[in-house]
């Protein structure tokens, strides 16, 4: 009995951690809802990655976080929770960033990369969390990633100038 009971708790380590709400780097919890057909639904998160820095889960094929389908049809928030840990203890900012660029993908999965980074910046902007320094602070991260998928504008520094360059469009016509 002592072993099975062992054996129970090895494997409920090894899973996936799953739920429905983020916790943003001031602590808030927030969550990702979608609508479809006029039924609105919280985003359900899975948390994958239980190892070292560099031990990436091969599901996230490389990304912090990925919007995937989930059984029902509905999608599911996959975050790599290595990355995440590594990120909140050097770039609080960015997990809120992705939390939110991926929150826009699971509302319209017909967003590319570029519109999701633009829907997290207005959102964090209209939630008052965009401070001067947060936006310095994520500017210099992504101007830090000097190769990219085309998807992304091939660097850091293009998809940064292309968010920017988004957001000031939304701005021009009047939406946010």
């Given at each position: 009995?002592?072993?099975?009971a062992?054996?129970?708790?090895?494997?409920?380590?090894?899973?996936?951690?799953?739920?429905?709400?983020f916790?943003r780097?001031?602590?808030?919890?927030?969550?990702?809802?979608v609508?479809?057909?006029g039924?609105?639904?919280?985003?359900?998160?899975?948390?994958?990655?239980?190892?070292?820095?560099?031990?990436?889960?091969?599901?996230?094929?490389?990304?912090?976080?990925?919007?995937?389908?989930?059984?029902d049809?509905?999608?599911?928030?996959?975050?790599?929770?290595?990355?995440f840990?590594a990120?909140?203890?050097?770039?609080?900012?960015?997990?809120?960033?992705?939390f939110?660029?991926?929150?826009?993908?699971?509302?319209?999965?017909k967003r590319?990369?570029?519109e999701?980074?633009?829907?997290a910046y207005?959102?964090?902007?209209?939630?008052?969390?965009?401070?001067?320094?947060?936006?310095?602070?994520?500017?210099?991260?992504h101007?830090?990633?000097l190769?990219?998928?085309?998807?992304?504008?091939?660097?850091?520094?293009?998809?940064?100038?292309?968010?920017l360059?988004?957001?000031?469009?939304?701005?021009?016509?009047?939406?946010?």
């Amino acid at each position: 009995m002592h072993r099975a009971a062992l054996l129970a708790l090895l494997c409920m380590l090894a899973a996936p951690i799953s739920g429905f709400a983020f916790e943003r780097s001031d602590g808030t919890i927030v969550h990702c809802e979608v609508t479809r057909d006029g039924e609105s639904r919280v985003v359900h998160e899975v948390w994958l990655g239980h190892g070292d820095l560099g031990d990436r889960h091969p599901a996230l094929g490389g990304a912090a976080a990925v919007v995937r389908p989930g059984a029902d049809g509905w999608p599911v928030i996959f975050f790599d929770s290595v990355v995440f840990r590594a990120m909140l203890a050097s770039d609080p900012h960015m997990s809120d960033f992705i939390f939110y660029h991926e929150c826009a993908h699971a509302q319209d999965p017909k967003r590319d990369e570029i519109e999701a980074n633009c829907e997290a910046y207005l959102e964090l902007d209209k939630l008052g969390v965009l401070t001067p320094e947060r936006l310095d602070a994520l500017a210099s991260t992504h101007k830090k990633m000097l190769r990219l998928p085309s998807r992304y504008g091939g660097s850091g520094e293009i998809f940064w100038e292309r968010t920017l360059s988004c957001v000031k469009s939304r701005r021009d016509i009047g939406l946010r």
